[in-house]
């Protein structure tokens, strides 16, 4: 009898969990000719940018970690474009740069960041790794595996104390969801219902292992559902799709029904970070996604469709390989922070 009953209340159970409401399917987000152009542009400044950074550091004029996000641009170009400058808040973890960007901070200040120089947006003590913007709702920026997570649940539930509508974008890798402290921060999240979305942007290798060998499950949307997160897949190389995700997440969270887990299926085409030669690979892999899958090219096709001339992209292209020159030449040309700078943005307390 009693083994009966346990099996009738564990089918009780999990009838419960399966037929509890979820978020809608989303859709891929119906653009005008005016935003998959802005969207095109962002795209391209952060793959511009990325590479010029790539440059810099080959000639040693970036120091420490590099972490390009070649590839990945879809990903904060959708995501970012849905949420609401100055009430929103984005946290990610070291590959850091494009978010950065899609948060509308000027690439002078960032590029300046990386090559450690007094003008750039940490005053150069930050570098690639940990830079920070409060008055874009950029919160780092952090080299810790994870602990961008928890900080996340942090300003989610910052949000929720001041109720002031504003919902976090919390960024992680593959690598950093197999991390305890993202479980912890999903419990808390899920029980006090916080206006959090758990981005999981998940370019096939962390450091250097495939997902489908450090995982034992690689279907990373469903980390959340022991938690009662629902979670949702989506192309991470296609921007209508990301953005269409980030629609029904963001109308999920801002009703107040908690977390949503997002997993970004996406790819990088350089290695972890600038010393990494990503042998682990081949080149005919990263040769066939750029061929088949790469997000400008297919925003590129879209545009086309949507009767945008070519000539048009290459002025558009122009434009952006200036501003990335100038970025560039800003950061080459501005002073290091002086010696005094080390002794600033200290905490020092008595206990």
């Given at each position: 009898?009693a083994?009966?009953?346990?099996k009738?209340?564990?089918?009780?159970?999990?009838?419960?969990?399966?037929?509890?409401?979820?978020?809608?399917?989303?859709?891929?987000?119906?653009?005008?000719?005016e935003?998959l152009?802005?969207?095109?542009?962002?795209?391209?400044?952060?793959?511009?940018?990325?590479?010029?950074a790539?440059?810099?550091?080959?000639?040693g004029?970036?120091?420490?970690?590099?972490?390009l996000?070649?590839?990945?641009e879809?990903?904060?170009?959708?995501?970012q474009?849905a949420i609401?400058?100055?009430?929103?808040?984005?946290?990610?973890?070291?590959?850091?740069?494009?978010?950065?960007?899609?948060?509308?901070?000027?690439?002078?200040?960032?590029?300046?960041?990386?090559?450690?120089?007094?003008?750039?947006i940490?005053?150069?003590?930050?570098g690639s790794?940990?830079?920070?913007?409060?008055?874009?709702?950029?919160?780092?920026?952090?080299?810790?595996?994870?602990a961008?997570?928890?900080?996340?649940?942090?300003?989610?539930?910052?949000?929720?104390?001041?109720?002031?509508?504003?919902?976090?974008?919390s960024?992680?890798g593959?690598?950093?969801?197999n991390?305890?402290?993202?479980?912890?921060?999903?419990?808390?999240?899920?029980?006090?219902?916080?206006?959090?979305?758990?981005?999981?942007?998940?370019?096939?290798?962390?450091?250097?292992?495939?997902?489908?060998r450090?995982?034992?499950?690689?279907q990373?949307y469903?980390?959340g559902?022991?938690?009662?997160?629902?979670?949702?897949?989506?192309?991470?190389?296609?921007?209508?799709?990301?953005?269409?995700?980030?629609?029904?997440?963001?109308?999920?969270?801002?009703?107040?029904?908690?977390?949503?887990?997002l997993?970004?299926?996406?790819?990088?085409?350089?290695g972890?970070?600038?010393?990494?030669?990503a042998?682990?690979?081949?080149r005919?892999?990263?040769?066939?996604?750029?061929?088949?899958?790469?997000?400008?090219?297919?925003?590129?096709?879209?545009?086309?469709?949507?009767?945008?001339?070519?000539?048009?992209?290459?002025?558009?292209?122009?434009?952006?390989?200036?501003?990335v020159?100038?970025?560039?030449?800003?950061?080459?040309?501005s002073?290091?922070?002086?010696?005094?700078?080390?002794?600033?943005?200290?905490l020092v307390?008595?206990?």
């Amino acid at each position: 009898m009693a083994k009966a009953a346990t099996k009738k209340n564990a089918a009780a159970s999990g009838n419960q969990i399966s037929n509890r409401e979820r978020p809608a399917d989303p859709k891929p987000y119906k653009a005008s000719k005016e935003e998959l152009l802005a969207f095109y542009e962002e795209m391209l400044l952060i793959r511009r940018f990325e590479e010029k950074a790539g440059q810099l550091y080959g000639l040693g004029l970036i120091g420490g970690f590099c972490h390009l996000y070649i590839g990945q641009e879809a990903v904060v170009t959708g995501l970012q474009s849905a949420i609401s400058p100055g009430k929103d808040s984005v946290i990610t973890g070291y590959r850091d740069h494009g978010h950065m960007l899609a948060c509308g901070i000027d690439p002078n200040v960032v590029m300046a960041e990386l090559t450690g120089r007094e003008a750039g947006i940490s005053r150069g003590k930050g570098g690639s790794m940990h830079m920070f913007s409060v008055e874009h709702g950029f919160y780092g920026g952090h080299g810790i595996v994870g602990a961008q997570v928890s900080l996340g649940a942090g300003l989610a539930f910052a949000h929720k104390y001041k109720d002031d509508g504003g919902v976090c974008l919390s960024y992680f890798g593959d690598g950093a969801a197999n991390q305890g402290q993202v479980y912890e921060s999903f419990n808390m999240a899920e029980l006090w219902k916080l206006p959090i979305i758990f981005v999981i942007e998940n370019n096939q290798y962390a450091m250097g292992t495939s997902v489908n060998r450090a995982s034992s499950e690689d279907q990373l949307y469903k980390r959340g559902e022991s938690f009662r997160i629902p979670g949702i897949q989506v192309d991470g190389m296609d921007v209508l799709a990301v953005r269409g995700a980030a629609e029904t997440a963001l109308d999920w969270v801002r009703a107040g029904k908690g977390p949503v887990l997002l997993e970004m299926k996406t790819y990088r085409y350089r290695g972890h970070s600038m010393s990494d030669p990503a042998k682990y690979r081949s080149r005919e892999e990263v040769q066939s996604v750029r061929e088949k899958s790469d997000p400008l090219e297919r925003l590129k096709a879209q545009l086309f469709e949507a009767g945008v001339k070519e000539d048009d992209l290459k002025v558009m292209e122009k434009e952006i390989r200036k501003r990335v020159n100038e970025s560039a030449d800003f950061a080459e040309t501005s002073p290091e922070p002086d010696v005094a700078e080390l002794y600033t943005d200290i905490l020092v307390e008595q206990y």
